[in-house]
């Protein structure tokens, strides 16, 4: 008598193919989609670092400009101009003797420097020669209604409130600057803030 064996050979249903199918397309799909938020992220993060970095150089020359104000080569005051986002001041910008008028303004989210050379006989300032550069960009302290410039007397210690405008600038002893930078609204919840604050070296009394 012999007995017939038959060998069953494994192998998969097409419903646990299409199970399979679907399990390692939701996976390619979360890796595909973690990879693409990681680099989203990542390019905001230098995005803001760039933005903020920017921004520091610029703080860095408004205090230079700032601690080196002295009266203008045809003896006008240091100072000309503290509005909140307007400064205008004189301070030997280059290697010659002349003090320059430099004019810090914001115009359509961009922090300009404007520089104005002394020239002519009498020796004056004429500002339609102003020759102006970008320091910063998305500058966003108008749209904000934050100062880009605070001024204090010399009684300030840390505590005290800015000045309040129209400010007197006979009395102007130390100004803060300040930068709100936002170079995408749509990526970061709050504008990068920096700021920094410089004396008038040669205004100190003290």
């Not at 404007?114 to 910063?136: C, D, K, N, R, W």
Request: no cysteine; aromatic share 10%; proline share 5%.
């Amino acid at each position: 008598m012999f007995l017939l064996s038959h060998n069953k050979q494994a192998g998969f249903t097409l419903l646990e193919v299409i199970v399979a199918l679907g399990i390692f397309t939701l996976f390619v799909g979360t890796v595909i989609m973690l990879f693409s938020t990681g680099y989203s992220y990542n390019l905001i993060l230098w995005e803001q670092l760039a933005t903020q970095n920017d921004g520091r150089k610029a703080l860095r020359l408004i205090a230079d400009d700032v601690r080196r104000a002295e009266e203008s080569s045809i003896g006008s005051y240091p100072l000309a101009t503290v509005g909140p986002y307007e400064l205008v001041l004189y301070a030997n910008d280059d290697e010659d003797i002349a003090r320059e008028r430099i004019r810090y303004y914001v115009d359509n989210q961009t922090l300009y420097r404007g520089v104005v050379q002394p020239a002519g006989t009498p020796l004056s300032y004429t500002t339609s020669t102003e020759v102006s550069t970008e320091v910063a960009q998305a500058v966003v302290n108008v749209s904000k209604n934050v100062p880009i410039f605070l001024y204090f007397d010399e009684s300030f210690t840390g505590a005290q409130n800015p000045l309040t405008q129209p400010v007197d600038i006979t009395v102007v002893r130390l100004i803060k600057a300040q930068l709100e930078l936002e170079a995408d609204p749509t990526q970061s919840p709050v504008p990068l803030h920096v700021e920094t604050y410089a004396h008038i070296r040669n205004l100190k009394t003290n």
